[in-house]
């Protein structure tokens, strides 16, 4: 892809991943609010990964486990059966860590 193309998919993902963000809100801070009443621990769990180009980078998902274990919380079965728990990605896509079509590969 030519630095020109790059750089206006770059601007289109970093729009979009904004505005998806601010319409989002609302339902990240009960996601938020409903995994922290449900089950002890942090609510974002983070994964490391290696982007296309080779470098190493950190997104963040809702946890959808129990601390410690592979066994799903109740709110986590439901968060990962609707892909709820993959909404803290657009952050990374925000910030420029992640293009949007990684974001359908990992």
């Avoid at 892809?1 to 809100?25: K, P, S």
């Avoid at 959808?64 to 728990?85: K, M, P």
Wanted: overall charge positive; some cysteine.
């Amino acid at each position: 892809m030519r630095r020109q193309e790059r750089t206006w998919h770059n601007g289109v993902d970093i729009v979009t991943a904004g505005c998806v963000l601010f319409l989002v809100l609302p339902m990240l801070l009960l996601i938020t609010i409903a995994i922290q009443l449900t089950s002890p621990g942090p609510v974002l769990f983070p994964k490391e990964v290696l982007s296309p180009d080779g470098s190493r980078f950190s997104y963040y998902r809702f946890r959808t486990t129990e601390i410690g274990t592979s066994r799903f919380t109740a709110l986590g079965r439901l968060l990962r059966g609707y892909h709820l728990d993959e909404l803290p990605l657009l952050w990374s896509v925000l910030r420029g860590d992640i293009a949007s079509g990684d974001v359908l590969r990992l």
